[in-house]
């Protein structure tokens, strides 16, 4: 059964796809919206477009808060033919214009093991990339509505974007936020994600209401714990490296987990490493 938007704000709707808990927002304006996210497969994606007609009846522009494909394989299914205008960070341009294949092959291999009911669909998804890109950040006018799209740095990617709908006070984080389980660090810059929800915090006031790219919308109370955990463990990974710490002792008591906590201290160490050459 086709799943449904909720309305978290006025005009300001969130999906939940169970598979992953992925997040997609819509944004909808007088005459116009906007979507954030387009899911994994070409079958979430036509659901999608049946939970958002449901909604409104307006065009939609679509945003792609990164390049991972639980976020943007659906593009070719949402952004229709011709397609519609899509906007993306300008590396997430580049990676889904220019190298396809390996991310559909990335992504085959990861679900392959934890969700194999998606590798197939995965392995024939058509890839469509973003028609505009963003560099720092671009104003949008989603039918008489300011949405700001911004980069707040190397985080998640190397290629996030937040969405900020001023008008309502909601930010959809992407995966720079995360509810339903740690953040994901194998694609991370975990020394620099705590500057990047810092820039993130500045457009939020005390009554935000965050759309995190998967679980739950939260308050900005757990964005500032989340992003204290997040200088907690690049501070632990910059003092492991001067004193020389195996980065699987130091995981033991980081925080967001043993699993989670290697992942980004091997990344972190790798960056520290080629810093110093």
Known sequence: MTGRFVEVAD???VFNEPVLDVNVTLVVGDGAALLVDTLSTAGQAAELAVAARAVTTA????VNTHHHFDHC???AVLAGQPPRPIYAHERVTTA???HPDRLRREAYDEVSAGWPELAPALAATVLLAPTHSVRTQTLLD??????????PGPGHTDGDLVVHVPDVDVLVAGDLIEQSGPPAFE???PLRWPD???DLLRLCTATTVVVPGHGRPVDVDFVRAQQRQLAELAGLTRAGHRAGVAP???AADAPFGPDAALSAIRRGYAELDAAAV
Do not use: S
Not at 59 to 62: L, M, N, Q, R
Not at 142 to 151: A, K, T
């Open 11 to 13: 005009g300001v709707h």
């Open 59 to 62: 065009g939609w522009t679509v």
């Open 73 to 75: 394989f659906g593009n």
């Open 96 to 98: 889904l214009r220019e």
């Open 142 to 151: 989603v039918g008489g509505r300011p949405v700001l799209l911004r980069h």
């Open 187 to 189: 694609d991370a810059y």
């Open 196 to 198: 990047a929800v810092v």
């Open 248 to 250: 699987e002792r130091l």
